[in-house]
Structures are given as C-alpha cells and as structure tokens.
C-alpha cells in the first residue's frame, strides 16, 4: 500500500528505511522523500515508526509529559469533567476576511 501518494512511496520501502536505521519521519524523507511534499504522509510515516519501536511522535511525547491520556491505550483515566452549573465561555462570531 502506498503511503505517500506524491513520491509513490510504499509501506514497504519505509519499513526497510526503518528496518535500516531511520528513526523519525526526517531521516525517512532523506531517504525515500516521503513526507516532503504535501505532508498528508507524516501521520502515517509516524505510526509506522511507532509500531516499529521507534520514538514517539513529539505529540505523543508532549502528551505524556502533561499527563494526558494516550487515546489507545484503554483503561486511562478521563481527563476530569467541567461542572454542569459552570457557565460556558462565549464564542467569538465568524468575520470574514475581505481581500483588497
């Protein structure tokens, strides 16, 4: 399956970037240049990584440094809900922008 449609880059050829040594999406890309143009790739590019035993993705990381859940990991704790009587912070409208 392919995994980054602008350089026809497979699922395979970025295991074996891995398999090779490359650890995140940057070392990838200066194999393979997936990732590198259009960017719809890295989110997969990452997976692949992680499932791969590679570090995780800066946001995984920054996620776990705050303490939030990870969405796949079941069981985490919510993170704790606001009060029903607490009153909801009003919602700037919707400007358009005007082009000169």
């Not at 960017?39 to 440094?65: D, F, M, N």
């Not at 400007?95 to 000169?100: D, G, Q, S």
């Amino acid at each position: 399956m392919y995994v980054c449609m602008c350089h026809a880059v497979t699922e395979d050829q970025v295991k074996k970037a891995i398999d090779e040594g490359a650890g995140t999406p940057r070392q990838i890309a200066k194999g393979c240049k997936a990732g590198t143009d259009c960017g719809s790739c890295v989110r997969r590019i990452q997976a692949l990584l992680g499932e791969h035993g590679a570090r995780p993705c800066p946001t995984a990381r920054l996620a776990a440094k705050l303490g939030l859940a990870d969405p796949g990991v079941q069981g985490a704790p919510a993170a704790p809900a606001a009060p029903a009587s607490a009153p909801m912070a009003p919602i700037a409208p919707v400007v358009p922008l005007r082009v000169a």
